[in-house]
């Protein structure tokens, strides 16, 4: 029989010849196919799961991170998602869930962060015994900052269970000597002076009074000692130990206490410390400086009799230079103040911080103008800034998202230049590249020819189709995302045009001017998916986000802006110090500022740089289903 190929024409013979060595190479590697098939959900889930845990949406997280393990993974993806689980579950107090998490990770792939967390939740379960030694063998270095707190505060619940007493205030001492989470350390030490109050011996007080000198546990032992020498008729000891406790320049949980026992004493009252504030309470800004006041002034309500006792002492700058820096050295010299908040606007910050530099005085400007903090060592500054969204935006879309190439769109003024040169720097500073930049004219209402020119067409050729091509395929646009340093009003002008002129899939970013109600109202669904960062969102999830915006609309009847947020920060911000170890004294808490991490502040999460300027987490908006949503 001649073979079918010799029937055949030469070039049908080659034909079916590919084809049957098609067939026998995909019969081959059908198996290996089919298994990277059966893989690829699963790591998608995965991927998926960590997508959503970096953004903060633990719920979405959770059930991607469950269907990948009940796929039988690899040992790695299993260890990465079990600590992932482990992680939100510890987060959530569902700490019989961590344990079950950690048992998914085989000995080989656990690390420091493993045995803390397991360590952590065995002493929550009531386990102390075995979770301590998993606890205490862990090294520092091998932990991160939040890790190294996280370890201690759980060695300190570990010990007061224990009941060993002395130990557990030496971790909470620990705690206190580092960067901590305000409101942990607040737990903290009530739990402390709940120990020194009920549990410690006239013996261990001496002995936690002597270890812990000068510190808030300290103070806190020597107040039980100078009752208890009172109580005895020891009138002259308790004197001596309640002026030695008062004179130090650390505020403690029992500080006012402290005072009252001193009153009755000495018969006479201690004038409360004051601090100064300097904002735009009449003229042009006035309804500003108003704003921040009302914040303020909630936060000293709330916080005052917690924490340290003060006096706000308020002088009005008018926007001016000259008046500002007055009125810093006459807080400074008459009054005697510890710290002055603000001024708020740009020209009278700058008088004050360089007056205030010059007392020697720590000034925290609201201001948004650069260079404040620079003045010298005595000036700090929180405020929403431009380099902070920059900043926000870019590790949000490189980062998180994977992005690496942006556009942008701005108008043609001083805002608009600051944030593209702002952008451009943090998104090159991450591997990202700035591909292209269009300007428009601040009062412009069409912007065809920026957006042609952005895609990379002539704005001057004939009109032709924009959102397709010829062959009926979406254009390729020379960027994944599109940046626009603009407010709201604006964008309800741009957005639809961009859809128009087929600028579509692509990342849409934005400041804080997005963060307003018109922008849903004018954009529409132009704008689903975009994302801009903000200073204060008073929808926010966070619950001390939500207690601040109730409280204030129960006392003025409306919601709170950015501008009350600011102020209640600043207030805030400077009693947390004077409770948790901020010293008494103007040096003291200059020093403290410095130190300042990580304050869950309403107005974003905020630690001062060593040059004096914040590092604020700011909040990451999204248009979704037509709402504005906190994403991170």
Known sequence: MIPLTNRLSPRLARSVGLVWLLLVLLALSGQPAQRAAALEPANSALEQGLRHYRAGDNDRAVPLLLDYLADRPDPAGEAQAALLLARIYHQRGRYDFVLHYLRRIAEPARDGESDLLEGSALVRLGRSSEGLPLLLRLKEEDLSTAQQGQRLAALAEGHFAEQRWLQALY???????????????????????????????????????????????????????????????????ARQLVEQILSQPQGFPGRPEAVRLREQLFGTAIERPVLGV??????????????????????????????????????????????SARAVSELANAEGVLAILGPLTGAAAEGAAARAQLERLPLLALSQRDGLAETGAYVFRNSLTSGLQA??????????????????????????????NRFRAEIESRGGQLVAVRRYAPQATDFRRQILLLKGENPDAPQQATEEDSDGEPLELPFEALFIPDYAEKIGLIA?????????????????????????????GHVEGAVFADGFYRYSPYPFVQAFVNRYFERHGEEPTILEAQGYDAVGILLSQLRLGGAVSRDGLREALSRLQNYPGVAGSTSFDGQGDARKELFLLQVQKGAIVQIN
């Open 496 to 524: 639809p045009q961009l859809t128009f002129y087929g600028v579509r899939d692509v990342a849409l970013l934005g400041i804080n001017g997005w963060n307003d109600p018109r922008l849903l109202e004018t954009a529409g």
């Open 171 to 237: 971790f909470i001492h620990a705690y206190l000597d580092r960067p901590a989470d305000p409101l942990q350390a607040t737990e903290l030490l009530d739990k402390a002076e709940e120990v020194i109050r009920d549990r410690l011996s006239a013996a261990q007080l001496a002995e936690a009074a002597f270890m812990f000198a000068g510190s808030p546990i300290g103070q806190a032992a020597g107040l039980r000692q100078a009752l208890h020498s009172l109580e005895a008729g020891h009138e002259g000891q």
């Open 278 to 323: 300097i904002l735009p309470l009449s003229g042009r800004y006035a309804a500003f400086g108003q704003a921040v006041r009302r914040g303020m002034e909630l936060a000293l309500e709330e916080f005052e009799s917690e924490a340290f006792p003060v006096r706000l002492v308020f002088r009005d700058s008018g926007g001016d230079a000259r008046r």
């Open 391 to 420: 900043r926000a935006l870019a590790r949000y879309a490189v980062e998180e998202r994977g992005l690496r190439t942006f556009a942008v769109l701005a108008p043609d003024n001083r805002l608009g230049e600051d944030m593209i």
